[in-house]
């Protein structure tokens, strides 16, 4: 009787996981224990950094972001020649947490979150300067 009870519930906690840790995230895994939040709260260091513009593509940047559970972000970003810059605020998801949206005063960024997983971050974001589509893609993994 007991092992039938345990059965039971196994199955259903499986099934339960199964539909609520579907990805969502374009690169993402297809299941994970662990919360976005748990996830994405980490130390982070660029391994690819892409900035398209009509100019051509520019490779020769880094990003270090480091987001913290209480709220806060902290982003150290380097674009050759130039000196480092750094950018402190709050960080939150959307409602359906495919974006990361970082604030900085009235300022926000919002990136599409492609891929979440432990110990790997994939954003995204098209944006618009001069009237031309800019592409940013970043991708980090956990130091």
Do not use: H
């Not at 398209?52 to 520019?58: A, F, Q, Y």
């Amino acid at each position: 009787m007991i092992k039938s009870i345990f059965t039971k519930l196994a199955f259903l906690f499986i099934v339960a996981i199964s539909f609520t840790a579907c990805d969502k995230y374009e690169e993402g895994a297809n299941y994970s224990l662990l919360t976005a939040k748990m996830r994405i709260t980490n130390s982070w260091v660029s391994s690819s950094y892409t900035y398209e513009t009509v100019l051509g593509t520019t490779t020769s940047s880094t990003s270090e972001l480091t987001i913290e559970k209480d709220g806060s972000f902290t982003q150290v970003t380097t674009v050759s020649p130039f000196p480092a810059s750094t950018t402190t605020g709050t960080w939150g998801f959307n409602s359906d947490k495919t974006q990361l949206l970082l604030t900085n005063g009235n300022t926000v960024d919002t990136w599409d979150i492609i891929k979440l997983k432990n110990k790997e971050l994939k954003l995204k974001q098209i944006g618009s300067v001069l009237g031309s589509e800019t592409t940013a893609t970043i991708e980090y993994n956990a130091e």
